[in-house]
């Protein structure tokens, strides 16, 4: 597994806890939307601290683009994230993942799960293929929304967001369950698309697979 030393080309936020970095791309270094690198900061004490980070980028952009959810209160990697700024330096690894565009169907995230979801989005736009495709986003309020106006953009009516820790009336309130699936969905014979927190993914793609969802049918990764 090769080691590369990449420049940290600037960072932006998202939402009030989540920022986008923009970084230097190796030669030669490539990936399919869905897929992710593990990742460390280049300091003395942290450059074996490795953490999984997905790519919210193209693969054609001549720079890598993480989205990723900064945990303050968290001593380590994610909390050294919030202080990270231009010109410093991470470490990223080979490219690994299982999220893979598969066919259209229903992509359901829950909070910053939605990450492997936005570069799988972002070609489809490219290639004129987001017909199909239906995002339902769970998150607890509205200001934990990542890239909602650009999911809103993209998607239209096929964005559905539901928010469990906050009562708005622009939007849904219900826990993404057996009786949510039951009301949203028609067709479980398509393409399901699972990632957010591991209890969240295995509810639910249990719940998928009780509903009459075939199992090579619904992708998540492992």
């Given at each position: 597994?090769?080691?590369?030393?990449?420049?940290?080309?600037?960072?932006?936020?998202?939402?009030?806890?989540?920022?986008r970095?923009?970084?230097?791309?190796?030669?030669?270094?490539?990936?399919?939307?869905?897929?992710?690198?593990?990742?460390?900061?280049?300091?003395?004490?942290?450059?074996?601290?490795?953490?999984?980070?997905?790519?919210?980028g193209?693969?054609?952009?001549?720079?890598?683009?993480?989205?990723?959810?900064?945990?303050?209160?968290?001593?380590?990697?994610?909390?050294?994230?919030?202080?990270?700024?231009?010109?410093?330096?991470?470490?990223?690894?080979?490219?690994?993942?299982?999220?893979?565009?598969?066919?259209?169907?229903?992509?359901?995230?829950?909070?910053?799960?939605?990450?492997?979801?936005i570069?799988?989005?972002?070609?489809?736009?490219?290639?004129?293929?987001?017909?199909?495709?239906?995002?339902?986003?769970?998150?607890?309020?509205?200001?934990?929304?990542?890239?909602?106006?650009?999911?809103?953009?993209?998607?239209?009516?096929?964005?559905?967001?539901?928010?469990?820790?906050?009562k708005?009336d622009?939007?849904?309130?219900?826990?993404?369950?057996?009786?949510?699936?039951?009301?949203?969905?028609?067709?479980?014979?398509?393409?399901?698309?699972?990632?957010?927190?591991?209890?969240?993914?295995?509810?639910?793609?249990?719940?998928?697979?009780?509903?009459?969802?075939?199992?090579d049918?619904?992708?998540?990764?492992?």
């Amino acid at each position: 597994m090769k080691d590369h030393v990449v420049k940290v080309l600037g960072v932006e936020q998202v939402t009030h806890d989540v920022s986008r970095f923009k970084v230097e791309k190796p030669g030669g270094y490539s990936f399919i939307p869905g897929q992710a690198t593990e990742a460390s900061i280049n300091r003395k004490f942290l450059k074996d601290e490795k953490r999984p980070f997905t790519f919210t980028g193209l693969n054609e952009w001549p720079f890598l683009e993480f989205t990723i959810k900064v945990y303050k209160d968290h001593h380590g990697v994610t909390e050294e994230l919030g202080r990270i700024k231009e010109g410093d330096e991470l470490i990223i690894r080979d490219v690994w993942g299982a999220i893979n565009y598969k066919g259209p169907g229903v992509f359901i995230a829950g909070g910053a799960g939605v990450t492997p979801f936005i570069s799988i989005f972002r070609n489809l736009q490219k290639e004129n293929k987001l017909g199909g495709n239906r995002l339902v986003f769970s998150n607890k309020t509205e200001a934990d929304i990542i890239l909602k106006d650009e999911f809103e953009k993209m998607l239209g009516d096929n964005f559905h967001n539901t928010l469990t820790k906050e009562k708005n009336d622009k939007y849904d309130n219900r826990r993404i369950n057996e009786e949510f699936l039951k009301d949203e969905v028609t067709d479980f014979s398509q393409n399901f698309y699972v990632c957010g927190p591991d209890s969240f993914v295995k509810e639910i793609t249990g719940t998928l697979t009780k509903l009459g969802a075939k199992s090579d049918s619904v992708v998540f990764e492992k």
